[in-house]
């Protein structure tokens, strides 16, 4: 019954014809709706119920549907006879797109992963003392070692971090072990702004300390990343290096997940792209904060989690990162 | 560090291996070559040819017209102007077609009326040497023909090496050779033209602070400063351009030939890495030379030509009246070996790295030798070096070397012994240790085990490693480089969870960006750095001057970025950002006091366009909305209020906003306690410098808390039982009272009944006073324990009406 009154709303052409619909289905006297209303009476009291309920929804609906045809009429001057009710080709109502950062994304599937593994989040200032930044990573400020970072001054004794390393000095002056973080925050060197360097750029930092945390079990962490972030088939490769707060000290290259290993310009055709420096803590930067070298050894790393966005999102310049083009940003929106 | 892979041959005979293999062991051994570059590339073309017959030119005097065997089978007619072209000689030959280093082509030639098919080349011509006296003879017999740079021993690969700062023995082609196939595996092979590796002949004169030598005083002033200098005097040298061996070698690693004399001190400085100086000893002053601090307002023209004032502090090298040179770094002009030059003295010293440091810094001068000294020289090698440079001078310069060399030597390197327990190693490593394995490595380094049982072996330290083997831990990198990293498993051990919890501010940031960016804004990432105007902390080496200060607000970042995106004719345009701002130290502090915050700012339409309804812009009430959304979100009892309603009680409250916002169009998230957490608003026009079809900006910012308790204390209200009773009241108000004191008196007259109060309508116009307007609230009752009559919600109006009526002439429309 609904349904064949409202083909026929749907089917007046103009006001007349859209009225002549009203007073057949919902007139006072004639309408077919009314009559079942009025008839409710004489029903036994068990029905009543039901079948008012149905019919008063059935009122409300086709009355809604008049006012809507009504006033699609109106709007349109009456003059669309044959156009169908509704054009259901018509787009949504659309939401704007949000979304974090790429590099956010990746800091916080990085930091998920090493979750995983045991570790917690942790964080620190970004202006440091020069003795956090350095002196109590084993880097003496007139070492060759200390040169490498061009560090940006706001004092005598105090930096713009150029790591996110202090964080492990704070850490674990505030905590014994077993100490196991990740640090996502942002360093700062004094290089100028070119396609692979940025002034101000993000960093995580890893540490772990334990009693018998050993040079096998860093390995191990590190290739599970790699494995967990870059794709099972991943293989991990670690390359002797010096960093003054580590020894013995590693680069950690993993496979390129670009070309599958086989070469190409992202790994400059060695089928190997460096993603961090890690390394065992030296035991003279447990000494700084009061751990006893003797009786725990751990392991550190650092990655730049916006280099790795962009061998993973195929991203050509540092500087399209910080540039906030909406026609960028709104690619990794969903 | 340039490194020639021939060179690193003739000093490991034994090496094994080509260049491409060299460079992958030398990256697991932890120096990677950054680049390989193929030397004789650039002489592919470049043949061997036989000149057959060297005759007179018909039409110049001095040229040479010549028949050439270059291979090939026919003999071609070359026109050469070379002095020394003879025939049956042996000479590099570019033919008709060649390119030489230079980028010159090799073309087809009439020279006074005779054909020439070809170019016999000098050194200088194919970039091996300044020589340009004659052609390139080659001594020896060749098959006329064959590529030049073969035949010459000029096919090397430069190797590029990433040496780190712990690593200055690699900085020399020995330490390179001795780090791939062990100390006993290196030799030094004899000079050309000299038949033995060293000069033996001369004699030391050691001493203190003082040695004299061949008429030459030798003094040191400052034993912590300068440890060792030898000097050497060679007289009646002829000084001219280095032979093509020693030219080329210096070619191979990227430096330039200069003279025999000076391009032996350079070759000994890559070969043996200690750096050396020559002087014409002619024209150092009073025969003396020595080391001192310099003196304020000395000056010096160095190598370079640069002119310097030298300060105190800077280490100099001096003659009896001046300073001719910096120490370890550069020497200077006016006692340079030049051509006129025929007696020299030759330096090798030994200067504190850190003396050496802090000249260099002065001077903001870097060379191969402040390199090298910075890092550390190996002490052992100085006599070494000094003999193999003597012999060298003999042999490419001639000269009479004098057979005493002054030796001042103050200060003595004590001898470095490490122990290390095999024990200690394999707990860092994780891998099971003996002694004996432990010696297989450490030995081939140059350590020399002496002494020791299963637990603990004590080494003595070669000179080339005192500077980075000094503890027990050393020793055990080098046992796990040596052993090769990859030779150790990847194994997962059993480990604890970090004692250390979660940054509760991280896990804040993260909820918020998830809130903003549900909400269809775009996350920003913006550097800290500021022009002076927006920053108070000042930084001392700034890149720029737009970016001289760290920022006191994000706003005025991040409205840079929304203005980028209109430049680009974006009109619609959201984003966020969560970082960090600074604020000068507080007294008796160095570090400036960091807020972390977040920050947005939004402008054109709410939604995207749609075809169904007309879209508003982002106005001022979406941002006093996000404000009170903020405080929802932070768990902060605090609300947005008009900007003038509270007033920043601190220089961090104040600078919210970064002074672009309309001050009369501003709110401000005040807490219970009366701090400012938050402010959100339109953006000034001006401030905002929008193109004329932009749409207005709102934009907040808001203080994260540093230390946010993230503890859910949240407990269930009863969900209400019985239903609630709504009432619309329209009220007319005079214009001047405020929305939120009408709304303020209705909650006072209304009893705890009144669950819920909004404001739906505000109307001025036609039915309504000048003066006065419409505000339309809806109020909604309800009570716990029962269904309300009409009767009580009635009596709750007309009490909320005789209030309004009383306090604030507010009377109910009609």
Known sequence: ?334 | MNISYRWLRELAPGLAGDADEVAERLAALGAPADSKTAIGAALTDIRVARVLEAGRHPNADRLWLCAVDAGGGETLRVVCGAPNVRSGGYYPFAPVGAELPGGMKIRRAKIRGEVSEGMLCSARELELGHDHAGILELNGIYEPGVPFAEAAGLDDTRLELDVTADRPDLLSHLGVARELVGVDGVSLPAVPGFERAILDEVELDSGEAVAEAGGVRVEIEDPAACMRFLGAVVEGVRVAPSPAWLAMRLRAVGLRPINNVVDVTNYVTHELGRPMHAYDLDRLDGARIGVRWARRGERLVTLDGVERELEEGMLVIADAARAVGLAGVMGGEATEVGDDTANVLLELAHFDPKAVRATRRAAGLSTDASYRFERGVDPDEAERALRRALAMIRAVAGGRVHPRVADAHPTKPEPIEVAIRTARAERVLGVPLTTERLRELLEPIGLRLLGGDAAISTYRVPGHRRGDLVREVDLIEEVARHAGYDAFPEERRPTRPSAVPDAPLSVLEGRLRQRWAGRGFLEARTAAFAPEGQGDVELLNPLSSDESRLRRSLLPGLAGRVRYNQARGRRDVRLFEIGTAFAPAASGDHKPRETTRLAAVATGGVRPPHWGSETPDWDLWDARGFLDDMARALDLPARAVPRSEVEPRSDIEASLGGGLLEPDATFRLRTEDGFIAGVAGLVRAGAADAPPWSAPWVALEVILPGEPDLSDRRRLAPIPAHPAIERDLALIAPASSPASAVEGEIRKAASGLLVGLRLFDVYEGPGIQPGERSLAFRLRFQAADRTLTDAEVDAEVERVLDRLEEELDVRQRT
Request: net charge negative; charged share 25%.
């Open chain 1, 1 to 334: 019954m609904l349904a064949a009154a409202q083909a026929e709303v749907a089917a007046a052409g103009d006001a007349d014809s859209l009225e002549a619909v009203r007073v057949r289905w919902l007139g006072r006297k004639e309408g077919r709706l009314s009559a079942v209303l009025r008839a409710l009476g004489s029903l036994q009291a068990e029905q009543r119920g039901a079948v008012g309920a149905a019919a008063n929804r059935a009122k409300r609906s086709l009355s809604e549907a008049l006012d809507r045809r009504a006033d699609a009429l109106a709007r349109s001057g009456g003059a669309d006879r044959d156009a169908p009710a509704i054009d259901l080709t018509l787009p949504g109502r659309d939401q704007w797109r949000g979304g974090v950062h790429p590099v956010t994304i990746v800091i916080d599937e990085i930091c998920d992963i090493f979750r995983g593994l045991g570790f917690t989040r942790a964080r620190g200032p970004e202006a440091e003392t020069v003795w956090h930044n350095f002196e109590a990573l084993n880097t003496p400020l007139d070492h060759p070692a200390a040169d490498e970072h061009d560090t940006m001054y706001l004092g005598p004794c105090t930096v713009l971090r150029s790591h996110t390393s202090p964080v492990q000095i704070r850490t674990m002056q505030a905590h014994e072990p077993p100490v196991r973080i990740v640090v996502p925050g942002m360093a700062y060197r004094r290089d100028p702004f070119d396609a692979s360097h940025a002034p101000a750029f993000e960093q995580i930092e890893g540490l772990a300390v334990d009693d018998g945390v050993t040079f096998v079990e860093f390995k191990w962490t590190l290739a599970e990343f790699g494995r967990r972030f870059f794709g099972a088939d991943t293989r991990t490769r670690f390359r002797p290096s010096f960093f003054p707060f580590t020894e013995p000290s590693a680069e950690v290259d993993v496979t390129c997940m670009i070309c599958d290993a086989r070469g190409c310009s992202a790994c400059k055709g060695t089928g190997w792209v460096e993603i961090m420096g890690a390394g065992m803590v030296d035991p003279a930067v447990f000494e700084q904060v009061g751990y006893d070298p003797e009786r725990y050894t751990g392991y550190a790393f650092g990655m730049g989690p916006a280099r790795i966005a962009m061998l993973r999102y195929g991203v050509p310049d540092i500087r399209m990162f910080y540039d906030s083009d909406v026609r960028f940003l709104e690619q990794f929106a969903r």
